[in-house]
Nanobody
C-alpha cells in the first residue's frame, strides 16, 4: 500500500522554525515528484514546495522563497521541508503528496495532478 506520513507540525512563534518530514512507502520513491501543500481555513489548498526525485527539479511558492527549503533523503525515502523565518500567514494544515508525472518547466503544481496524499500536519505560527 502507498503511504505518505507527514510529521513535524506544531506551534511556533513568528520568526521561528519548523522542519516537516514526509516518510514515503509503497511506491518507487525515486520516480516520483513529492510535494508539500497547505490549506488554511477558508482558502484553497496550494502548493508550497515540490521536489522531483528523478531530475532534481524544484518548485517554491513565491511567498516562501528564501524561507523554506525542500530536500530529499533517498536512503530514508523521506522528503523534508525546512521552514525558517515563519510568519503567521504560514499557519495551515500541511499535506504531503506524490505523483509520477514530472514537473513541467514553470509549472505551478496543482492538487489535481497528485495521485497520493498523506494526512495533514497542523502548523500554527503565533505573532
Amino acid at each position: 500500500d502507498v503511504q505518505l506520513q507527514a510529521s513535524g507540525g506544531g506551534l511556533v512563534q513568528a520568526g521561528g522554525s519548523l522542519r516537516l518530514s514526509c516518510a514515503a512507502s509503497g511506491f518507487t520513491f525515486d520516480d516520483h515528484v513529492i510535494g508539500w501543500f497547505r490549506q488554511a481555513p477558508g482558502k484553497e489548498r496550494e502548493a508550497v514546495s515540490c521536489i522531483s526525485n528523478s531530475d532534481g527539479t524544484l518548485y517554491y511558492l513565491d511567498s516562501v522563497k528564501g524561507r523554506f527549503t525542500i530536500s530529499s533523503d533517498n536512503a530514508k525515502n523521506t522528503v523534508y521541508l525546512q521552514m525558517d523565518k515563519m510568519k503567521p500567514e504560514d499557519t495551515a494544515a500541511y499535506y504531503c503528496a506524490a505523483r509520477v508525472i514530472p514537473l513541467a518547466p514553470y509549472e505551478v503544481p496543482s492538487t489535481k495532478k497528485f495521485d497520493f496524499w498523506g494526512r495533514g500536519t497542523q502548523v500554527t505560527v503565533s505573532s
